[in-house]
DNA sequence: GCAAATATACTAGTATTACTATCGTTTATG
DNA sequence: CATAAACGATAGTAATACTAGTATATTTGC
């Protein structure tokens, strides 16, 4: 019988009360949340209704997160841990750092489609989350506090790793991280303007335009 | 003796019950509420607080506004209507439409730093709200309904009519919103993460790093 | 296989927020 | 100067975001 690897991470214990892979009820508690915030976003999703939703009281899920915006910090933190596993896979044994970076656009501009993890995180919704839900995450009165913290540590890594790239291809480059936290903060606007506010967007036929405008925008200032 | 012109804008009475600017009270409640955003941030920011400060009845603010979220709509709106307007005044008459778009991008990417108004609203202020809290105006659960009601026309105005000059530059240009709106929320979360999340950006010595580095990007792009 | 530790369930309760309602008084305006 | 509109004062409600305490399971270590 074939066992399909699990992917296992190790969040920074700083981001919860208590982790919530080392229990049943804390699976049940990502597995839930990821679904329930994806339906009725992150505003109308409370720990009451997830404690409804899984049959457990209020208070055990404050065992496991002090509030819901941790809970959110942790979600984020976990793709984007997942998305530099994702990155480094895609761009091993590509030598060309051009081809590197494309792939890399690939990855941050564009929402998950397959889910091929066998595990309790559902990646096709919980790309979908930190899409439309990711800046409330860091975007509050305690982003100092929560940066202290490390709670975008993930995050930071990833942007790291794709501006290395950038640097790789033009070393005098002057603003490699600017470069892609604009790409991917933009891409996940563009995403959620298409769907809200079109006409801050550009919605043609083509499939994939916001991947394609990146890319070139990416592109042409690189050269 | 000189009489400084006074800047009055219509502001469509979809976004308030009351017209603030009808009144004692209504001027109160702008500037107060400006200065108090500025200070505590908009999540901390309440009515009750804000009718402490101005010694007057939280039901009272409620006369004016359905709840903090309009008045956010409302005061972007304001923005909004503002920067159209210093738009046409700093692009009429220049023929080139290179320099237009350069002018153009230098307003939405600066705060302001000089109020040369004599009105309630503090523009230094206000334009420091928009850089860091005008993303919560639309990214909430209720985009589509207050979109319907015309609560972002003045920000789409204003993405159109630059987007208008990238069209003289370059006819067949394919995303000229998307390039626009990416310049402007993009300046704004730059100038957030310098603040909060510097590894994100590329701080240096240099003045004006986010309008060079949007403006090298838009250019390129465009050529 | 059983005691001790740990995890969870159940219930209750608090402070704050975000409003809504009522009514009396002041202020503007024709 | 009458009358409508605006404002102030007070009270009250529902929901949210927690915290506390105690009882009951469940795990684990020997």
Known sequence: MIQKLQIQFDIDPELYSKNPDSSKLGRKIISNSISMINEMGFEDFTFKKLGLAINSPESSIYRYFVNKHMLLIYLTSWYWTWTEYRLAFATTNVASPLDRLDSAIDLLTQPVLIDDDISYVNEIMLSKIIFSESIKAYHTKDVDEENKKGCF???????????????????????????????????????????????????????NAITKFYKELVFSYLK
């Open 153 to 207: 540590k993930a995050y930071k890594s990833v942007v790291n790793r794709v501006g290395a790239i950038v640097l790789e291809i033009n070393p005098d480059f002057k603003y490699p991280h600017m470069l892609i936290s604009t790409v991917i903060e933009g891409a996940h606007q563009q995403k959620y303007f298409s769907e809200h506010l079109p006409e801050l967007t550009d919605l043609t036929n083509e499939q």
